[in-house]
């Protein structure tokens, strides 16, 4: 994998909720390159945030992926 590709693209689990796609993408990419996302009106703001809420990862972790990476990236101030 490129530095660059590592560096710069980021990744939504937008559509595609399971375990088998986050595990690939955690392991990949980690957890400062994925942000929350969601496919509406094809998913459930409920069962998005349920899936991230049950993730076997840290609550930092968690925050991170709901939040912090977009802010981040955006660079929003909060």
């Given at each position: ?43 459930s703001l409920?069962?998005?945030?349920a ?28």
């Amino acid at each position: 994998m490129t530095k660059t590709f590592q560096d710069q693209v980021f990744v939504t689990p937008s559509g595609i909720l399971t375990m088998p796609y986050f595990q690939f993408i955690y392991e990949l990419k980690g957890t400062e390159k994925i942000l929350y996302s969601i496919d509406y009106p094809y998913q459930s703001l409920d069962g998005a945030q349920a899936f991230i809420h049950n993730l076997p990862i840290s609550n930092q972790e968690k925050e991170l992926i709901a939040h912090g990476n977009t802010e981040k990236l955006l660079k929003l101030a909060v």
